[in-house]
């Protein structure tokens, strides 16, 4: 009944009848992303034009808005994460909302900002059939060429950073140093990464357990797969927030109400190729069924994973440089 009442009242007011800025992340905006079909469901109920400006990936997203400080022309971002939020709220460039639905998500998540709408598990995906190592001390060990993100503008690449640390603690740095000679090249985003995997140029590339689905889905092709590790594989969870200084908080608020309504989520599997965040009324598309369901689920509190990002980020420079 809330999220009907914000949208008849954005509806109806003419003050709100304006463009909404959205910042998000390369692959969200792009043609085949949820942006197009979110960006239309949302205009047919607010009077308003959504714009959606593209910041790279997830962490260049927090850095440009840091950057532009309160002048930011962002009335909403989509595309942070968990490992993110707690540099995004010390900001004080963020204001809270309520959350329309409560995530159904593996953990237990309560925050009044940051606004989940979708999450899955980063894991390496590659060819079906090849003998993939389940841990990263074995992945090292191996002969197999690695394609991943940077983690200073990527949230798949700070993420793979925590779940090495989060894995192995004090070793990371070991970790890391016998990863360093797998690793092929370091991307700023996902998009690059996944398509140097795609076009051969590594045996492996750091994605999430959901990629395949794409694959099998959208081009019937069953060719590629993730592994799960024993050690556990990483959770990232997806948020989006409203800036504190966005002249149209009403309007901001309603199209986060609207991400996470069931219209919206219904396109996140096909779309975004990972889980929303509620449970859709005809379950997961076919093809889901068949992905990698990691029984370990590693995650750091956003209060954690600030405090091991900088000592993380140092241990891997070290480890790459050399």
């Not at 971002?77 to 900001?91: E, M, N, Q, Y």
């Not at 890391?176 to 985003?189: E, F, K, M, Q, R």
């Amino acid at each position: 009944m809330k999220t009907l009442l914000i949208s008849l009242i954005v509806a109806a007011s003419p003050a709100l009848a304006d463009d909404l800025t959205v910042y998000t992340y390369d692959s969200f905006a792009s043609e085949w992303g949820p942006g197009p079909a979110i960006k239309t469901g949302f205009e047919a109920q607010c009077s308003c034009t959504v714009k959606f400006v593209t910041a790279g990936d997830g962490a260049a997203l927090l850095s440009r808005i840091l950057l532009e400080g309160a002048g930011t022309k962002a009335d909403v971002v989509i595309g942070l994460d968990t490992a993110l939020t707690a540099k995004a709220r010390a900001s004080g460039l963020f204001q809270p909302t309520t959350m329309a639905a409560k995530p159904d998500l593996p953990i237990n998540y309560s925050d009044d900002t940051f606004v989940p709408y979708d999450w899955g598990w980063f894991a390496f995906v590659h060819k079906a059939g090849i003998d993939f190592p389940t841990d990263f001390k074995a992945l090292a060990d191996s002969d197999l060429k690695l394609v991943i993100q940077d983690p200073r503008s990527s949230t798949p690449g700070l993420g793979l950073l925590l779940w090495v640390k989060a894995a192995y603690g004090d070793d990371a740095k070991s970790v890391w140093t016998a990863l360093a000679d797998n690793i092929v090249t370091v991307t700023p985003g996902w998009s690059e990464a996944y398509t140097l995997f795609l076009n051969g140029e590594a045996d492996a590339v750091l994605s999430y357990t959901t990629s395949p689905a794409y694959h099998l889905i959208a081009e019937q092709d069953d060719s590629k797969t993730a592994t799960e590790f024993t050690e556990g594989n990483y959770l990232q969870i997806e948020v989006a927030a409203r800036l504190a200084g966005t002249d149209q908080p009403d309007l901001a608020q309603a199209f986060l109400d609207y991400l996470v309504s069931p219209a919206a989520q219904a396109m996140i599997p096909t779309t975004n190729w990972m889980y929303p965040v509620t449970a859709l009324p005809d379950g997961l598309p076919k093809g889901f069924e068949t992905l990698v369901t990691p029984e370990k689920s590693l995650l750091m509190s956003p209060d954690e994973a600030e405090g091991a990002r900088e000592g993380a980020l140092q241990e891997w420079l070290t480890a790459l440089s050399r």
